[in-house]
């Protein structure tokens, strides 16, 4: 490689959250110069907020919890969950590295023994990682392998020469490459114009994410004639609190522990077993656009202090958890009509005791799986929630490389992209932990791509 000035490197980076860190990072260990230039002062964007669940299988976790998964099953659920619309290219290459997200993990030692099954998954699947702890090590691996790290740097737009991407301009200083540019800047979550633009039906789903997430990267490659894919399924996730701050997510899935939905009416309206993002477009629907995770002190029992989404001791220490010991005077705490939770909860109870089939299909806690219990031991408690939009898993079309491609499937030279703002993976739904195992398997493998030209 040839010796760089201090605004030429053998790759850019642009954004700072995890896909963009793990690009970084083995860029650096790779040899290469590079710069990762972030928008916001911090790094950290959506990955940092997150609730750090990775979709991983055949992890020691698994193996030390009695788990059983395989490749072949990961597969196999992301394609059933993706709805035929994934890009069944993608999800083998992200099962087939898997080991280089395992490995990073392992290096940034942020294993924790929590395992669930979550939305999408047949088996105990979602790892929680602490994920800030991640971030921090790549960030700290890449600055002593010479990275060179610029917060507060937005990159404006790709600069080309002769058809490759040469650079980028930010502002008026313009970073030449001599190997590549990764397009890391996360979806559009919290751009209303795209949003109007590819899901004018998601409209009333609260902006979340990333504060920078506004679509940057996509709209660079955009003008470059990059294709799109999957932007017609991006749909919020339901579990937020209205309340939330821009920078602490405060999602609960009461409903995968065994709680019921139910809107102002008083209401059911839907299997709660399903994903949170299925969940999200048909809460949108209900009176207000909310509903409540209606449950009872069995359920309150399963609380997991500290692991996101099911963590009710922050929701109830914020003072966003309603309670009483009985459900008339739950109903009435949150304004129902007299007498509509308890017959709605009556109903319930029936079919979980198989004296009626359940009106909405539900027959498990989650995705099928999991024995319901009836909601009937006092006291009992609601959590208002509404659908976010968290993240947005449509973007840019890729090859298995990461290489951008344009609407006719070729390739923008020198132009790579990983993390949320790639297109082609979930299909028409979403699997926990998919989009940060997205993220750092596909960061990694975008700089070894570049370190291998
Ligand atoms: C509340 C919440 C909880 C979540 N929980 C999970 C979970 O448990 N498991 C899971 O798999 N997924 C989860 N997700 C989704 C997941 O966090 C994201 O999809 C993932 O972190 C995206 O990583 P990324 O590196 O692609 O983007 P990000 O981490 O969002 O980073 C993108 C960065 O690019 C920067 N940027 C944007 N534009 C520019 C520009 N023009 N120039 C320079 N920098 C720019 C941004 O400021 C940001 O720092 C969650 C998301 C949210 C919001």
């Given at each position: 490689?040839a010796?760089?000035?201090?605004?030429?490197?053998?790759?850019?980076?642009?954004?700072?959250?995890?896909?963009?860190?793990?690009?970084?990072?083995?860029?650096?260990?790779?040899?290469?110069?590079?710069?990762?230039?972030?928008?916001?002062?911090?790094?950290?964007?959506?990955?940092?907020?997150?609730?750090?669940?990775?979709?991983?299988?055949?992890?020691?976790?698994?193996?030390?919890?009695?788990?059983?998964?395989?490749?072949?099953?990961?597969?196999?659920?992301?394609?059933?969950?993706?709805?035929g619309?994934?890009?069944?290219?993608?999800?083998?290459?992200?099962?087939?590295?898997?080991?280089?997200?395992?490995?990073?993990?392992?290096?940034?030692?942020?294993?924790?023994?929590?395992?669930?099954?979550?939305?999408?998954?047949?088996?105990?699947?979602?790892?929680?990682?602490?994920?800030?702890?991640?971030?921090?090590?790549?960030?700290?691996?890449?600055?002593?392998?010479?990275?060179?790290?610029?917060?507060?740097?937005?990159?404006?737009?790709?600069?080309?020469?002769?058809?490759?991407?040469?650079?980028?301009r930010?502002?008026?200083?313009?970073?030449?490459v001599?190997?590549?540019?990764?397009?890391?800047?996360?979806?559009?979550?919290?751009?209303?114009?795209?949003?109007?633009?590819?899901?004018?039906?998601?409209?009333?789903?609260?902006?979340?994410?990333?504060?920078?997430?506004?679509?940057?990267?996509?709209?660079?490659?955009?003008?470059?004639?990059?294709?799109?894919?999957?932007?017609?399924?991006?749909?919020?996730?339901?579990?937020?609190?209205?309340?939330?701050?821009?920078?602490?997510?405060?999602l609960?899935t009461?409903?995968?522990?065994?709680?019921?939905?139910?809107?102002?009416?008083?209401?059911?309206?839907?299997?709660?077993?399903?994903?949170?993002?299925?969940?999200?477009?048909?809460?949108?629907?209900?009176?207000?656009?909310?509903?409540f995770?209606?449950?009872?002190?069995?359920?309150?029992?399963?609380?997991?202090?500290?692991?996101?989404?099911?963590?009710?001791?922050?929701?109830?220490?914020?003072?966003?958890?309603?309670?009483?010991?009985t459900?008339?005077?739950?109903?009435?705490?949150?304004?129902?009509?007299?007498?509509?939770?308890?017959?709605?909860?009556?109903?319930?109870?029936?079919?979980?005791?198989?004296?009626?089939?359940?009106?909405?299909?539900?027959?498990?806690?989650?995705?099928?799986?999991?024995?319901?219990?009836?909601?009937?031991?006092?006291?009992?408690?609601?959590?208002?929630?509404?659908?976010?939009?968290?993240?947005?898993?449509?973007?840019?079309?890729?090859?298995?490389?990461?290489?951008?491609?344009?609407?006719?499937?070729?390739?923008i030279?020198?132009?790579?992209?990983?993390?949320?703002?790639?297109?082609?993976?979930?299909?028409?739904?979403?699997?926990?932990?998919?989009?940060l195992?997205?993220?750092?398997?596909?960061?990694?493998?975008?700089?070894?791509?570049?370190?291998?030209?």
């Open positions: 490689m010796v760089h000035d201090a605004r030429t490197f053998d790759a850019i980076v642009v954004g700072g959250g995890l896909a963009g860190l793990a690009a970084t990072q083995r860029l650096a260990a790779s040899g290469l110069s590079v710069a990762l230039v972030e928008k916001r002062d911090r790094l950290g964007g959506s990955s940092a907020l997150s609730g750090g669940w990775f979709a991983l299988s055949g992890t020691a976790v698994q193996h030390r919890a009695g788990v059983a998964d395989a490749a072949d099953i990961f597969l196999a659920d992301m394609v059933a969950t993706g709805g619309f994934a890009d069944t290219s993608l999800l083998d290459a992200l099962v087939a590295r898997q080991e280089h997200a395992i490995a990073a993990i392992d290096r940034a030692d942020a294993w924790t023994e929590e395992l669930k099954v979550s939305a999408g998954m047949t088996i105990a699947r979602a790892h929680l990682i602490r994920i800030r702890r991640l971030l921090a090590h790549l960030e700290r691996e890449a600055l002593a392998a010479g990275a060179v790290i610029l917060p507060g740097r937005p990159a404006d737009e790709l600069v080309t020469d002769g058809g490759r991407v040469a650079g980028i930010s502002g008026r200083a313009v970073f030449g001599d190997a590549g540019v990764v397009l890391t800047t996360g979806g559009f979550s919290r751009s209303r114009a795209l949003l109007d633009l590819f899901v004018p039906d998601q409209a009333a789903a609260m902006p979340y994410g990333g504060v920078g997430n506004t679509g940057d990267g996509l709209r660079m490659a955009w003008m470059l004639g990059a294709g799109l894919a999957d932007v017609g399924h991006v749909a919020g996730t339901y579990g937020q609190h209205p309340d939330a701050t821009d920078d602490e997510h405060e609960l009461a409903n995968y522990l065994g709680a019921i939905l139910v809107n102002a009416r008083g209401e059911r309206f839907t299997d709660e077993s399903e994903s949170y993002k299925v969940l999200g477009t048909a809460v949108m629907s209900q009176p207000d656009g909310m509903a995770q209606v449950f009872d002190s069995v359920v309150r029992a399963r609380s997991r202090p500290g692991v996101p989404l099911s963590d009710m001791e922050r929701i109830e220490a914020l003072g966003h958890l309603v309670d009483a010991p459900l008339s005077e739950l109903g009435r705490k949150v304004g129902m009509p007299p007498g509509a939770l308890e017959r709605t909860v009556e109903r319930y109870n029936d079919s979980v005791a198989g004296r009626e089939a359940d009106p909405f299909g539900r027959t498990g806690l989650v995705n099928g799986v999991g024995g319901l219990e009836p909601v009937e031991t006092g006291p009992f408690y609601a959590y208002p929630a509404v659908t976010a939009m968290t993240s947005t898993y449509g973007g840019l079309s890729v090859a298995t490389d990461t290489s951008v491609q344009r609407i006719d499937g070729s390739r030279e020198h132009l790579f992209a990983a993390g949320e703002v790639v297109g082609g993976f979930h299909g028409a739904s979403y699997m926990t932990g998919t989009a195992t997205k993220a750092l398997v596909f960061g990694i493998e975008a700089a070894d791509r570049i370190a291998a030209a």
